[in-house]
T-cell receptor
Framework: LAKTTQPISMDSYEGQEVNITCSHNNIATNDYITWYQQFPSQGPRFIIQGYKTKVTNEVASLFIPADRKSSTLSLPRVSLSDTAVYYCLVVSSGSARQLTFGSGTQLTVLP | ETGVTQSPTHLIKTRGQQVTLRCSSQSGHNTVSWYQQALGQGPQFIFQYYREEENGRGNFPPRFSGLQFPNYSSELNVNALELDDSALYLC?????????????FGNGTRLTVT
């Protein structure tokens, strides 16, 4: 299972774009990258997933360079309600759908 | 579409007791996994069930056991509770082993062992 490294915490202001970068140097060929968001006393919530290049959905974008050793979650125009812990995970497409969570990044959005 | 539901939401037990936590998977999902999340840490994988069989296990002792039922709901049983078992226990479901659909988590059961 590929280990991920991401900043422990980040602060931002409302309306700004936030980029959280995650490194995963030993990602395997068939692995894909997934980001989850977690609020206190709630389960993690899926944000976005990708394999390479760029993926965009209604809440975020995910940028993955060609070597796939890192990825960047981009949150456009954050609001106070985006304050949460964000987890970057590398997931195998194999049968054991075990997710390995690190400590995540605590994002605090300030007014 | 009904999401993942867990019961109870909170539970207090005494060291040495046994506990059973329950999870109803999202409609159409046949795979359930369980995670333990200690305060301030990321969730840690306990085990996964697919079609009523255990399919993958994390670094947890045998006193952590589980079941999956024909309707794909699941139970997590913990015997001989220890103080360190105090945590948020999360259940997640997905539509199968080999698809890349994301896991859908419930909001967990907060277990306190005194």
């Amino acid at each position: 299972l590929a280990k991920t490294t991401q900043p422990i915490s980040m602060d931002s202001y409302e309306g700004q774009e936030v980029n959280i970068t995650c490194s995963h140097n030993n990602i395997a060929t068939n692995d894909y990258i997934t980001w989850y968001q977690q609020f206190p006393s709630q389960g993690p919530r899926f944000i976005i997933q990708g394999y390479k290049t760029k993926v965009t959905n209604e809440v975020a974008s995910l940028f993955i360079p060609a070597d796939r050793k890192s990825s960047t979650l981009s949150l456009p125009r954050v609001s106070l309600s985006d304050t949460a812990v964000y987890y970057c995970l590398v997931v195998s497409s194999g049968s054991a759908r075990q997710l390995t969570f690190g400590s995540g990044t605590q994002l605090t959005v300030l007014p | 579409e009904t999401g993942v539901t867990q019961s109870p939401t909170h539970l207090i037990k005494t060291r040495g007791q046994q506990v059973t936590l329950r999870c109803s998977s999202q409609s159409g999902h046949n795979t359930v996994s369980w995670y333990q999340q200690a305060l301030g840490q990321g969730p840690q994988f306990i085990f996964q069930y697919y079609r009523e069989e255990e399919n993958g296990r994390g670094n947890f002792p045998p006193r952590f056991s589980g079941l999956q039922f024909p309707n794909y709901s699941s139970e997590l049983n913990v015997n001989a509770l220890e103080l360190d078992d105090s945590a948020l226990y999360l259940c997640a479901s997905s539509g199968g082993l080999f698809n890349n659909s994301p896991l859908h988590f419930g909001n967990g059961t907060r277990l306190t062992v005194t």
